[in-house]
């Protein structure tokens, strides 16, 4: 064995890899490392090695979980990785217990909190539940690395006891997938989309469900229809209360200014259309849609929220309304509609933001000094054995 580096990469979900982790973990191949990842799905991934599917299940209490916990432990077991890096909440759970053995030995466990389920705001049954959990198994983690400073702050005031505990601004968003669209280029696309060069257009993607809370946008949008009549709203997304969305819009009066989009992945050009990013959400942790929104350019309005007062500063890059206020959300939505000025500002100043903190350039450096301590005591320690 000794020579070999290998990673295992864990999550609920392999889709999760595909949409936030391929960079870094080209970047392990770079360092003549072997890649593995263990997820649900069969979706092949580049830059890796070898990829197990597991029957993973979103819902901590499914009995489906157990299976995957075996299995989990049996590749840890059989590949001898010498670093394990785990997400999502379910992901980081079982990957965490199934390697306790692991650490023993020398393996070293690394966790990302994609924005702790319990944080200010949230319903008491997270704090009853998820909040139990994580302080445990921290205990079993080499690394914990939080993505926004309240997740930071509560696992140090809290004293979980991982080894380190380590903030880090994010997945990374690629500003040279997400960057604005030139003036003309504007114009051709949304024409090519089938909207007007004047329409004052208003994007958000995300599941429809009770967190995201896309009532909050259609309701403001009603309080503006006659004011801004060449408003629209551009939903992206699937999910429960999709529905439900669809039959206020019609008890509103807004269907026509409403469009239900489905599940997309033209995103960037989505966003390059608009004018304007809105979010409506309970709870994020460090929200990836306003981070690609702020990369394209675009102002954003948005509830409060700990990951949304991480990225937005108010009269900067856009504005936090607080108590999921229609009435201010609407009154900021007609600012910028009348003001292309001031949208103009606050897009440049998100854009600037994003380069300067979280751009997957500025993400890779955060990440890879981490890795790069326990790839050093791994070299260290194979040396030692030969």
Known sequence: MAGSKRVLLCATVDYHFSAFHLPYMKWFKEQGW?????????????????????????????????QAYREIKSIIDKNDYQIIHCHTPVGGVLARLASRAARKKGTKVIYTAHGFHFCKGSPAMNWLIYYPIEKWLARYTDCLITINEEDYNRAVQHRFKSERIEHVHGVGVSTERFKPAEK??????????????????????AEFNKN?????????????????????????????LLQECRKLTQTLGVEHMVQFL???NDIEQLLQISDVAVASSNREGLPVNIMEAMS?????????????????????????????????????????AKDSGLRAVMGSNGRRMIMNKYSTSKILEEKSEIYKTYMTEVEDAQWAVL
């Open 184 to 205: 003309e280029y504007k114009k051709e696309l949304r024409i090519a989309y089938g909207y007007n060069v004047g329409d004052f257009l208003m994007f958000y993607a």
């Open 212 to 240: 995201k809370n896309q009532q909050l946008l259609i309701r403001s949008l009603a309080v503006i229809k006659e004011e801004v009549p060449n408003a629209k709203l551009l939903l992206a997304g699937n999910g429960p």
């Open 34 to 66: 072997e890649v593995h990842v263990a997820a649900k799905g069969n979706m092949n991934l580049p830059f890796v090695d070898k990829k197990y599917d597991l029957p993973i299940q979103r819902s901590p209490f499914s009995m489906k979980n157990v």
């Open 296 to 336: 394209c350019g675009l102002p954003i309005i948005a509830t409060e929220n700990r990951g949304h007062r991480e990225l937005i500063a108010d009269d900067q890059n856009g504005w936090i309304i607080s108590d999921m206020n229609c009435m201010m959300f609407a009154k900021k939505l007609k600012v910028l």
């Open 262 to 264: 489905g599940f997309r």
